[in-house]
């Protein structure tokens, strides 16, 4: 693996060995001595032209729980503001010194092109790139899942992918960069996918993806899920209106308080996930989101192990040793 951009671009089998990895930097995370020296003296930096609190936090405890050095950068207040082009400022960073970046753009496609070009030659790792891709979210929902559901049975997650496990992604799937990422993991990891989604938040061509639509949320409950993924609302994409108003978004597509009651008397076991931040009220509501079902802060918890086996595939080709 020489970049992350896209989930598509993973194997199987090396999508298991990052959620793999993840699993033993999860086991370091509950120390009380956290950092591994896995890649002192390397330098990671994280570049955010877009606002971000969980991953750039989540991305910069990771590189320094391996004792890596961070240098963060964000858009605002920097030489960008003044019209720095993409090329400029990754060069710069290499003059720096950094090893890897961690990229988060508005641009579809800004990761790609850094990584595509000989600008800096560095492993690139997109944090987030516009409403196309966000590959270690999806790691860390695929992660989270397969945790959960091992802990459930008392089995080993160790080697294992997702087959048969039955996923809705519900929301807005047009703006969602989370959803993608997640529907080729998921797919790749052997998982069912049913998109569940108001017809104007669909980007056109979703016809052909490796998935069920629905439009209803209410059957998709009841057919039994094995996991119910919400999506935040992206009001700053909007540049029109996608549904009437929040109260009907959350009447026919949010998971609000009627359907967890539903849900609680189903007897199924169907996870809640969502990437953050969340609209509480819109697509979920409180009870939901801080529900026992509710695997929120789980997955914030292991964003940061599987960001550290992210980075570690691609700066280290050392095996692990316990200091
Ligand atoms: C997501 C993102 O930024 O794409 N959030 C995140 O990374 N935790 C989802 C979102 O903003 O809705």
Redesign the pocket.
Known sequence: MKHLISTADLTRAEAIQILDIAEEMRAFGTREVKKLPALRGRTVVNLFFED?T??RISFEAAAKRLSADVINFSAKGSSVSKGESLKDTAQTLLAIGADAVVIRHPDSGAPARLAATDWIGLPIVNA?DGMHE?PT?ALLDAFTLRRQICLREGSSPHGKGLDGLKVAIVGDILH???ARSNLWLLNTLGAEVTMVAPPTLLPVGAASWPCTISYNLDEVIASGTDALMM??V?GERMNAAFFPNPREYSRYWGLDDARLTTLDASGDETLIMH???MNRGLEISSAAADSPRSTVLDQVTNGVAVRMASLYMLLSGDLIKES
Request: hydrophobic residues 15%.
């Open positions: 971000s969980r991953t987030g966000h979210q969602s960069r989370v999506l935040r992206q990437p953050g931040p």
